[in-house]
């Protein structure tokens, strides 16, 4: 009987199935025709007038998050708040996951593929969330030219007569626990801006940011050192005061000195302490002002954007040409295939002085807030004075050569040390001779088991010795050439004042000449109308007898 049974269900089933693949077949055929030979107007028409229909007899709604938001293609916080909610629904429901590590956690991160779905429950209604991922559109007339990267975004579904709860209390709670859940999986990151490209739309790459330097293990002296402490944290709180003053929520520090004297270890403690993340700007691969204003966009809060060397970077010093890069330039002129060449060259970045004032502190720095711009400089002189004025760069802190304070640090550090006798002769010689924090630290760093902290120290005292010697001799050089220089400009001097002085006794000696042959024409003159004179008086005399 239960054979029979089955045997007529199979038969009942097989023409329901072949009937409803035929009729998948004809709707899928249907649909091929309407997008091949239906105008493109008429079928915008026909489609709109459909989902109108459709909504009227469908009884849920969709929302949809997308990653990026605006032409600018800046991420959306809310997709990221999403993202980490949905973390811990994905977990227990989703069938394809994504992992990720996460410093600190025990265990990976498990997100959500794309295109897959989890449910969720919120005050006993229920919903459905979905990621989807678009692939890139490809042109046309250029098929193998991307117009943009792939999308992805959220949709969530609900029942329409929970449409108040759920766009007012749920979404509200998503965001908030999206938030927490973000912060309590939070890695610092380092990021590098991607070359500018016409396709591209991730203006930043990223990877995990270990560096250990905090303010504690700096090489600094104290006072300085908590000077730059309560700075930071004054800015970290300041938000309500920045809202009050009426100033962007941001600020700029100059980090300038001599190489070697801890300035990229800096930024590093600087974001260990305050928890944000490094954005490492390198302008060269900035096309364009326009660029530089998008990467900025593109930099959420709580971050610190470097420009390491930016005497380096471009030409922003503000100085004009020299002579020979004139020269240059007219050899070009002559060469129009060397012309061309350098106009290739010079089209690598043309980011402006202004474009790069705009950035720090031009209207375009208002997108966003609690953001810190870091300049580091070996050769302050060489910047332009309206780069770095007050109100840009609003801290200068000029880390220069190792002093004791700093030793004293280095060596808890290297050798665990608080004190010892040979610290004496350190602190003697470091007053005496110039040395950076990491040519001490080298010298303090044991480089092999047998070395001890002794050996180390002695290592530097001889170092010091060598470098003060160094010094001496480089200073008596200096000194020497400088007499040389001094001695070549004296003579030079003394060899104008005696041509002078000569060329002045040669000019009164002439003059004097002049003057005496002027006085004998005189004489030979006057002598000679005398003599005119007596002669037509005695012609005058004669006449008259």
């Known amino acids: 009987m239960l054979k029979r049974m089955m045997m007529m269900r199979e038969m009942w ?8 693949g035929s009729v998948l077949a004809s709707m899928m055929f249907a649909y091929a025709m309407f997008h091949r030979y239906f105008p493109y107007q008429l079928r915008s028409h026909i489609q709109r007038y459909t989902l109108k229909w459709f909504g009227y007899v469908y009884p849920y709604i969709q929302i949809s998050f997308d990653e990026y938001a605006g032409e600018l293609h800046k991420r959306s916080e809310v997709f990221t708040a999403i993202q980490s909610y949905l973390s811990t629904k994905s977990s227990t429901e989703a069938k394809r996951l994504k992992a990720k ?4 956690s025990k265990s990976l991160v498990l997100v959500m593929d794309d295109n897959e779905e989890v449910t969720d429950e919120f005050q006993g209604i229920k919903l459905w969330w979905a990621s989807r991922k678009s692939a890139p559109r490809q042109s046309s007339s250029f098929p193998f030219y991307t117009q943009s990267d792939e999308k992805r975004r959220y949709k969530l579904t609900f029942h ?15 965001r908030k626990e999206g938030k927490a859940i973000a912060v309590s999986h939070r890695q610092r990151k380092l990021y590098i801006n991607n070359p500018a490209s016409g396709y591209k739309t991730r203006k930043w790459s990223s990877v995990a940011f270990d560096h250990p330097a905090t303010f504690e ?7 300085k050192k ?47 302490l305050m928890n944000y993340d490094v954005y490492d700007l390198e302008l060269t691969t900035v096309k364009s002002n326009t660029d530089l204003r998008k990467l900025l966009i593109d930099t959420p809060s709580k971050a610190i954007i470097v420009i390491e060397d930016i005497d380096c970077s471009l030409d922003l010093t503000g100085q004009r040409k020299k002579k020979k890069e004139k020269d240059e330039e007219d050899k070009e002129k002559k060469d129009p295939t060397r012309k061309m060449r350098a106009g290739e060259e010079s089209k690598a970045s043309q980011v402006t002085l202004s474009g790069l004032l705009n950035f720090i502190d031009g209207i375009w720095s208002a997108c966003g807030g609690e953001r810190i711009i870091v300049f580091t400089t070996n050769y302050v002189e060489k910047l332009d004075p309206a780069l770095i004025r007050r109100g840009r760069m609003d801290k200068h802190i000029k880390l220069s050569y190792c002093c004791y304070e700093a030793f004293k640090v280095l060596a808890r550090n290297y050798l665990n040390l608080d004190s010892h006798e040979l610290f004496g002769s350190i602190e003697r010689l470091l ?25 180390c120290l002695k290592k530097l005292i001889e170092a010091l010795e060598i470098a003060k010697e160094e010094a001496r001799v480089k200073a008596e050089e200096e000194a020497s050439k ?19 002085e000569e060329a002045k006794l040669k000019a009164e000696k002439a003059e004097k000449k002049t003057e005496e042959s002027a006085k004998d024409e005189e004489k030979c003159i006057g002598t000679s109308a005398k003599q005119d004179a007596k002669e037509n008086g005695v012609i005058e005399n004669e006449e008259k007898s």
Request: without cysteine; hydrophobic residues 35%.
């Open 13 to 20: 089933l097989w023409p329901q199935l072949g009937s409803l």
């Open 482 to 500: 400088k007499a040389v220089k001094d001695a070549k400009v004296n003579a030079k001097k003394e060899a104008k004042l005696k041509a002078e």
């Open 160 to 174: 329409r007569r929970h449409r108040d709860i759920i766009t007012g209390s749920y979404l509200d709670h998503v």
């Open 226 to 272: 908590e000077e730059i402490i309560d700075d930071l944290m004054k800015f970290s709180n300041g938000k309500e005061y920045y809202a009050k003053i009426g100033k962007p929520w941001k600020r700029g520090y100059l980090l300038y000195g001599p190489p070697g004297t801890g300035k990229s270890t800096m930024i590093a403690a600087m974001s260990n």
């Open 431 to 455: 007053g005496e001779t110039n040395m950076t924090p990491a040519d001490v630290a080298e010298n303090l760093m044991p480089k092999s088991n047998v070395e001890d902290a002794i050996s």
């Open 217 to 223: 293990s700096i090489a600094m002296e104290p006072k």
């Open 101 to 104: 590590e996460v410093k600190g």
